[in-house]
């Protein structure tokens, strides 16, 4: 034995750590030149291994574990010097062999590793604070901002009642314009630091679906119409009234998606649309586009597009303002609601934005929602349809449903008839076919005015048909929009293979 031990020794005198040999009594018979030094010890005599690791075993079943398997593993832990100051270590003990009384224990130093992980823990608990100090600080600077602006707006609103010639009316009306931009910033950053700070709770609660759009709808149209854009709704197959969601959220995505098309839209149109995806006896899924004729997006801006405090470019925060957070908080409401966010579209063409969110069905089960099948176009008399259509609607929405055998569905305003046209219940595979066969020659000859009347008047089809096939009618006719001849005459192909092979 005594020979196997001057062979170890030998071995660990170049050990960089502090390595010691010690019997089954804690007392040391050996340690390396590194443990010297380390534990500025002149020597180790009558020194029991227990003074330098106290915290080696921490507990009763430390000790019956220890006894029975003779081994520690990694433990980190701390080794006492002489002069009772300690530093960390990462510490292993072990048996030189199965029948030796001897151990031998290696203490590696920890020190980086300690002070790293301190540093961290400070880091992490100073960014808290941070956190907790932003989040106080943002309160009450919201808080603070709002009160002077509601008091500003409110003495506005009974300045614009009283007697004001066109030039104070101008002034009144550029003056409440800011007052409700500012109001939306401050809501925005609001809304942003509830959401860092986890603070924000959804409600579930019965509503209608027809009054959230209508609420979003009176709060856009007025902007809508200034610019001389033409609102469109456009409701697809048969959509539940009442679920079961917040509905204040919902109705914010759609008003931010709807305010952002009507401001990036100088001229043209904005759209909603809205389909039912899928109905069971408890949920529904439903599918919002916002669709707008503006400025539209590169592929290469579209990264940039959901990000916080980012707009696609300078040149747009200059131009059109605001903060940048609409978008992201639109993305993370409906990420929390279990929905998708996500766009398509092209430099100079316009934009569609896709939300998507699973509801549960409220209690009126058959409700539909209240408003007319088909597109429906609205001005700043909310709820009346405009009283002439131009030659593009009028095409659009006449030629294809003459064609189709559609039949007229009148929505009445302001004593005017606006002539909407949707397919008739008994619409038959014939009418989808030739739909079909139109809209094929009409993209492969370019006539794009007329292929987006067909597809406008397919998707209607296609919903009643064959619900599956909604978001396939939906891609088709974007891409009829957009003119690309290839991925509509590849669409249709597909719509018209799964039509035909249903009715086989």
Not at 109 to 125: G, S
Not at 270 to 273: A, E, I, N, P, W
């Given at each position: 034995m005594i020979q196997e031990l001057e062979t170890y020794k030998k071995l660990l005198d170049g050990v960089g750590e502090a390595v010691f040999l010690f019997d089954s009594s804690g007392k040391i018979i050996y340690h390396n030149d590194s443990a010297k030094s380390e534990l500025e010890y002149k020597d180790f005599e009558g020194v029991n291994v227990s003074s330098i690791f106290p915290r080696m075993i921490h507990s009763t079943e430390d000790n019956r574990v220890f006894w029975s398997n003779r081994t520690i593993r990694d433990r980190r832990t701390f080794a006492y010097r002489s002069n009772n100051t300690c530093y960390p270590v990462k510490l292993s003990v072990r048996k030189l062999d199965e029948d030796s009384?001897?151990?031998?224990?290696?203490?590696?130093?920890?020190?980086?590793?300690?002070?790293?992980?301190?540093?961290?823990?400070?880091?992490?608990?100073?960014?808290?604070?941070?956190t907790r100090m932003k989040d106080q600080f943002t309160a009450n600077i919201t808080h603070e901002l709002r009160t002077p602006i509601n008091g500003i707006k409110g003495l506005i609103?009974?300045?614009?009642?009283?007697?004001?010639?066109?030039?104070?009316?101008?002034?009144?009306?550029?003056?409440?314009?800011?007052?409700?931009?500012?109001t939306k910033i401050i809501n925005d950053i609001l809304d942003y630091a509830k959401i860092e700070?986890?603070?924000?709770?959804?409600?579930?609660?019965?509503?209608?679906?027809?009054?959230?759009?209508n609420d979003v709808l009176r709060l856009q149209i007025s902007k809508a119409v200034e610019k001389g854009l033409k609102v469109i709704v456009n409701i697809v197959g048969k959509v539940p009234d009442a679920v079961i969601g917040d509905e204040l959220r919902i109705g914010q995505i759609l008003s931010n998606l709807l305010s952002n098309a009507i401001k990036f839209t100088s001229t043209g149109y904005?759209?909603?649309?809205l389909t039912a995806t899928s109905v069971d006896k408890d949920y529904v899924e439903l599918l919002f586009m916002v669709i707008d004729t503006g400025i539209g997006i590169s592929p290469e801006e579209k990264d940039k597009l959901f990000q916080s405090f980012s707009q696609v470019d300078g040149s747009i925060t200059r131009r059109y303002g605001g903060t940048g957070l609409g978008l992201s908080i639109t993305r993370q409401f409906a990420s929390m609601m279990g929905g998708t966010v996500s766009v398509e579209s092209e430099k100079g063409k316009g934009s569609t934005f896709y939300f998507s969110v699973k509801l549960r069905l409220g209690g009126n089960r058959g409700d539909l929602i209240n408003f007319p099948q088909g597109k429906s176009e609205y001005s700043h008399v909310f709820g009346k349809a405009m009283s002439q259509e131009s030659e593009e609607e009028d095409e659009l929405f006449a030629d294809p449903g003459e064609e189709s055998g559609a039949s007229p569905l009148t929505l009445t305003g302001s004593g005017q008839n606006i002539p909407l046209y949707i397919p008739k219940e008994e619409a038959d595979m014939k009418e989808m076919k030739d739909c079909i066969e139109k809209l094929s020659i009409c993209a492969e000859l370019g006539a794009w005015e007329k292929a987006e009347g067909y597809a406008t008047t397919l998707k209607q089809l296609v919903a009643n048909y064959n619900p599956d096939l909604t978001k396939k009618a939906f891609a088709l006719l974007l891409n009829t929009r957009k003119e690309k001849t290839e991925e509509v005459l590849e669409q249709t192909e597909q719509i018209r293979r799964t039509v035909w092979n249903s009715n086989e």
């Open positions: 009384e001897y151990f031998v224990a290696y203490a590696i130093n920890d020190q980086q590793h300690y002070d790293d992980e301190r540093a961290n823990k400070k880091i992490v608990a100073d960014a808290e604070e941070a609103e009974d300045l614009k009642r009283t007697p004001l010639n066109v030039e104070q009316q101008e002034c009144v009306k550029i003056v409440l314009h800011s007052c409700d931009n500012m700070a986890g603070k924000i709770t959804l409600e579930e609660r019965e509503m209608s679906l027809t009054n959230v759009i904005v759209g909603l649309d």
